[in-house]
C-alpha cells in the first residue's frame, strides 16, 4: 500500500509539472491591428462602420491604432501631429494607398469588413504565443514628460526564423469628437511612436529570458484636440526581418491607469531638466530627453577635460535629442564620459553620458 500512495504522488507530481511547463511557455496572444486612413480618402469612410463593429465585440482582446497618410489629403490633422512615425510605418509595409490593414504584420486585409476582420482575428489568435509583455511607467503632470517601464518575458524563441526583433511603443487616442473632411469622428489615432518610429531592438539571450527597456516619451498639449483621458499606450514585438514583418505579442493599456503621476513640488521654480538618458551607456545613438518650460534652451556636450563637443541649438519645445555621438565637425567622439548640459538665461541641468564602443 505504501509503494503504490509513492506511486501516486509521483504521478501526481508529474502532472503539475507538466501543467506548469504549460504555464510557462503560452500566453495569452493579443493581436495587433494597424490602420492605414486619410481624412479626405472617400473610399475610408465606408470601412469605419466594419471596423467599428468588429471592435465592438473584440475591442478589448486586440490592440488597435490607426495611421493617417499625408493622401489625398495633405491637410489631415492626425498626420500632421508625428508624419515621420506614420511614414516609418507606411514604408515598413510598403503602403501605397488608403484605405490599408495589417494584423499581426504577417496578414494584408485587403477588403476591410467586419467579417475578414473577425477571420484573421481567428487565424491569429490560431497561432501560439510565447511573449508577455508588461507596462509600467511614471509621469509628470506639469512637464508631460515621463518613462515606460516594458518588460519584455520570453519564455520560448518567439521565432526561430528570425534573429533580431523589435519592441515599437506608442500613445494614442481612444476618441476624438470632432470631424475633418469625410470623416466626423475620429477614432483609436496615433499620436506619437517613441523614442522614434523605428522601434527599440530586442536580443533574448536564452530562455526563458526577460529584457526590461525604459524609454522617455512626451506629451503634447498642442496635439489636435488633446484630451488626456483618451489617450492610451499600444506597445507590440515585432520582427526585425524587414521581409517577415510577424508581429508576436502586443499589448494596450489606458494612459491615466497606467502611469504614477509625479507631480512638481514647487512649480514656481524652473521647470528646465535633463531627464533619463537612454540607453546609458550607448553605443549608436543616445536619446536624451529634455523639459525647458516657457523658455528656449541649448543643449551641449563636453568631454571630461571642459572641451565643448556638440551642440544643440534653440531647443524651443520639450523633445527628445538624438546624439549620434559625433561632434560639431560630424566626426565619431571616442569613447568615455561625456557631460550633457541643458541650460537657459535662468537655470541650468547636467548629467553625465558614457559612450562606448
Known amino acids: 500500500m505504501l ?3 509513492v506511486k501516486m504522488k509521483k504521478k501526481l507530481l508529474v502532472l503539475v509539472l507538466i501543467l506548469l511547463s504549460v504555464q ?26 466594419h471596423i467599428n463593429n468588429f471592435l465592438a465585440i473584440y475591442r478589448d482582446s486586440v490592440s488597435f491604432i490607426r495611421y493617417h497618410v499625408n493622401w489625398p489629403s495633405g491637410s489631415d490633422p492626425m498626420n ?9 510605418r507606411t514604408s515598413w509595409y510598403g503602403v501605397s494607398g488608403v484605405p490599408d490593414m495589417f494584423v499581426d504584420g504577417q496578414y494584408d ?25 508588461l507596462l509600467s511607467a511614471y509621469y509628470n503632470s506639469v512637464t508631460l514628460a515621463g518613462n515606460l517601464e516594458v518588460k519584455v518575458i520570453a519564455e520560448q524563441n518567439p521565432d526561430p526564423n528570425v534573429g533580431n526583433f523589435y519592441l515599437f511603443t506608442g500613445i494614442a487616442s481612444e476618441l476624438i469628437p470632432y470631424g475633418h473632411l469625410y470623416f466626423t469622428e475620429f477614432h483609436q489615432v496615433h499620436r506619437d ?8 531592438p530586442v536580443s533574448f539571450t536564452s530562455y526563458p529570458d526577460t529584457v526590461v527597456l525604459n524609454l522617455a516619451f512626451q506629451l503634447d498639449d498642442t496635439w489636435w484636440h488633446y484630451d488626456y483621458d483618451e489617450l492610451y499606450f499600444v506597445v507590440w ?51 536624451i530627453p529634455v523639459n525647458i518650460g516657457s523658455l528656449s534652451a541649448q543643449l551641449s556636450i563636453f568631454d571630461m577635460t ?14 527628445n535629442i538624438f546624439w549620434d555621438g ?3 565637425l560630424g566626426e565619431q567622439v571616442a569613447a568615455g564620459a561625456y557631460r550633457v548640459e541643458l541650460k537657459n538665461s535662468e537655470t541650468q541641468d547636467s548629467k553625465l553620458i558614457i559612450k562606448i564602443n
Open 3 to 5: 509503494q503504490k500512495g
Open 24 to 49: 510557462l511557455t503560452s500566453a495569452i496572444r493579443k493581436p495587433m491591428y494597424e490602420n492605414f486612413t486619410n481624412s479626405g480618402c472617400s473610399y475610408c469612410v465606408p470601412v469605419e462602420p
Open 80 to 88: 500632421l501631429n508625428n508624419p515621420a512615425d506614420v511614414a516609418a
Open 109 to 133: 486585409v485587403g477588403s476591410i469588413t467586419q467579417t475578414t476582420l473577425t477571420t484573421y482575428y481567428n487565424m491569429a489568435m490560431a497561432q501560439p504565443c510565447y511573449v508577455e509583455l
Open 193 to 200: 511612436l517613441f523614442p522614434y518610429g523605428g522601434g527599440w
Open 237 to 287: 514585438l515585432q520582427s526585425g526581418n524587414s521581409s517577415y514583418k510577424n508581429i508576436y505579442q502586443s499589448v494596450e493599456a489606458d494612459f491615466a491607469a497606467t502611469v504614477a503621476v509625479e507631480e512638481q513640488p514647487n512649480v514656481t521654480q524652473s521647470l528646465l531638466n535633463i531627464g533619463k538618458i537612454y540607453p546609458n551607456p550607448f553605443v549608436n545613438t543616445a536619446y
Open 306 to 319: 571642459g572641451r565643448l563637443v556638440k551642440t544643440f541649438n534653440n531647443i524651443s519645445s520639450n523633445t
Open 326 to 328: 559625433t561632434n560639431n
